[in-house]
């Protein structure tokens, strides 16, 4: 079992929509007092490493769980797998 | 015009198109209902005489308004489920191993289907030409987008009528190829830099995969609830200046400078001074109503508002993340004298 922290990203070059999808992502784990690092990511290096072509994009432990869009807030819990 | 979203292909037994179905009734009943209330509003509620300077400017506010509205609302709608089958990888895979020529054919069209926001510009350029697309195809994608705005395409519909708006598709996609073919001809690769060659970038998801109807409508729905709430304050403003200066301002203020008989040089002059200036579409498009009114040309007026929409500072300054300011030049410089002859190509045939 992975005892590590669990960390969600937003990647994106930090426009309007990534602070959205950002704001998103903290509103929902907070909400659920998830137990995570939510980490926002400039790098091109991790996009390219992660395939994202489209920003912004959340990724949930190293996996690549939305991309190209503002999620909402219900579409983001079911990524996480809270509801 | 009035038929819409889905309203041809309702299948009764699945839930969400019976939604949008309903959804489709009702637009359409809204759409046939502007006309009559806002004559109503105007010359019945408000008592207005008819043919009156006042009267007219109010029943034209009232219709336009929610005309402009709803249309945003239902094209919108199609638009995001048409583009929901497409996605930046399926464009990638399209269009890796195709030649120049009909490559960039098929990357300006899939520019304009493959949603995508100008953020996404820099991984995207990254992962197309990583994956041996070449640069002038790249091109053909990135510019299309922006150049060809589907809210400024909405709204030139709702105001100018179809004409207009297929002349303005036709020549956005004419200046992406074209763009591209230059910028491809020009052998600029060395201007991208380094570690670009050296990413890999690893095959990422199909986003388009696997979306149920239901997920497709979501979408939809979203977008056209983002966009409303980003555009009504702009639509609301630009008809009501439009509504208000109506008559107010002669007719043919502006037509010495921008006309269709001013001199040669107020295209170019006009597309320069809108090169810095970078607004949304829906901001541009009762500024465009107002200087039509005013006597400006059409063709300068529209390449007016493509320099302001199309060639975006914001997205520039990213790109210069991935490539030299020298093809940063080039590439500007390729686009603003595109739009300047499509300004002129306007002026002639309209």
Known sequence: ?83 | MASTPGALTVKPEVGPWSRVALAAVAWTALYLLIEPLSQWIAYGLAGLPRGSHLGDAVAFFFYDVPKILLLLSGMIFVITVVRSFFSAERARRLLSGKRVGLGNVLGATLGIVTPFCSCSAVPLFIGFVESGIPLGVTFSFLIAAPVINEVALILLFGMFGWKVAALYVSSGLTIAIVTGLVLGRLRLERYVEDFVWRTQFKEGEDESAGLSWEDRFAQARDAVRDILKKVWAYVLVGIGVGAGIHGYVPTDALAGYMGKDAAWWSVPLVVFAALPLYSNAAGMAPVLQALVEKGAALGTALAFMMAVVGVSLPETILLRRVLRPQLIGVFVGVVTVAIIITGYLFNAIL
């Open chain 1, 1 to 83: 079992m992975a005892t590590g922290v669990r960390v969600i990203e937003v990647l994106g070059p930090g426009c309007a929509r990534c602070y959205e999808t950002l704001r998103v992502v903290r509103h929902v784990v907070d909400d659920a007092h998830l137990e995570c690092l939510v980490q926002k990511s400039e790098s091109v290096e991790r996009m390219a490493d992660l395939g994202v072509m489209r920003t912004p994009a959340v990724v949930f432990d190293g996996k690549v769980v939305l991309s190209g869009r503002i999620p909402r807030t219900e579409e983001l819990r079911q990524l996480l797998g809270l509801s």
